[in-house]
Every structure is written in C-alpha cells, then in structure tokens.
C-alpha cells in the first residue's frame, strides 16, 4: 500500500469525512530536505469531517498529527492540512 493510500484509509476511517483529498506535492520539492527518489514525502490534505466542529486549527491538526504518527516518524517529511467541520469556509 502507498502512503497516501495509507494516509486516506486512516483519515477515513478516524475522522468520517464529509470530503477527502490528500495530494502527494513531492515533486514540487525535489532538491529540498526531506525529498527522497519515488516521492510520497510531501503531502497536502484538504478534509472536512463533523470531528473538527468546535475544534480551533490546532486542535485539528494535532489530531490529525496523532492519526498519522507512523506516517509522519517514517516516510512523510512534510504534511500541510486544511480541517475544516461541515459548512465552514476555508480560510
């Protein structure tokens, strides 16, 4: 399984979202610390779940965070999220 597959059946299955998209950025920072031949080091992800209403952005990105911890300790050098709850506008 990929990383990203890995990243998408975990966000699903932790935080039940409304929408998902994780975007592997790898190529945009070849030559960069961190980037290594093959990618999936660089992610961005763009989720909207009913877990983040309430929560201010911190507190959205640490659980994130500790849903991906494997993830984040091996291959992933990089993780840029935008959390949102249901109707929110992002920002």
Do not use: C, W
């Amino acid at each position: 399984m990929s990383t990203k597959d890995a990243i998408i059946n975990k966000l699903r299955e932790a935080f039940l979202p409304e929408s998902l998209d994780v975007v592997d950025e790898s190529h945009l920072h070849e030559g960069h610390a961190g980037h290594r031949p093959g990618g999936e080091t660089h992610f961005r992800v763009y989720i909207v779940s009913p877990a983040f209403e309430g929560k201010s952005r911190i507190e959205r990105h640490r659980m994130i965070n500790a849903t991906l911890t494997q993830e984040l300790a091996g291959s992933v050098h990089a993780l840029a999220i935008h959390a949102h709850g249901p109707g929110e506008k992002p920002r």
